[in-house]
Nanobody, 123 residues
Framework: DVQLQASGGGLVQAGGSLRLSCAVS????????IGWFRQAPGQEREGVSY????????NYTDSVKGRFTISSDNAKSTVYLQMNRLEPEDTAVYYC????????????????WGKGTLVTVSS
């Protein structure tokens, strides 16, 4: 069975840090870009960051560049999102997701979704 098990959300004050984890199984990780989308209340789901583990390629949406870092532990089939200097605007439900390599990292192309984890940043 395909599984993407996300964890690590919580409540943090502005300027604080959280680390999200996504443990994946049931598919060939190297065939996918794996990363995170987020959805704030009343807004569309947006891509935040992804990593292609085979080549270590990473990508970030502009609003998180310099604050978030994505990485992977291939032995554990786990992807991490280290989120530093969090802002209230980062408050959202974060979803781990896998998109086939070569596709735009967009919600319409996601093959596998994990359950969301809530990140709340207080001001």
């Amino acid at each position: 069975d395909v599984q993407l098990q996300a964890s690590g959300g919580g409540l943090v004050q502005a300027g604080g840090s959280l680390r999200l984890s996504c443990a994946v199984s049931g598919f060939t990780v190297g065939d996918y870009a794996i990363g995170w989308f987020r959805q704030a209340p009343g807004q569309e789901r947006e891509g935040v960051s992804y990593i292609e583990t085979t080549f270590g390629l990473t990508n970030y949406t502009d609003s998180v560049k310099g604050r978030f870092t994505i990485s992977s532990d291939n032995a554990k089939s786990t992807v991490y999102l280290q989120m530093n200097r969090l802002e209230p605007e980062d408050t959202a439900v974060y979803y781990c997701a896998a998109v086939p390599r070569g596709r735009l990292y967009n919600a319409r192309y996601v093959d596998f979704w994990g359950k969301g984890t809530l990140v709340t940043v207080s001001s």
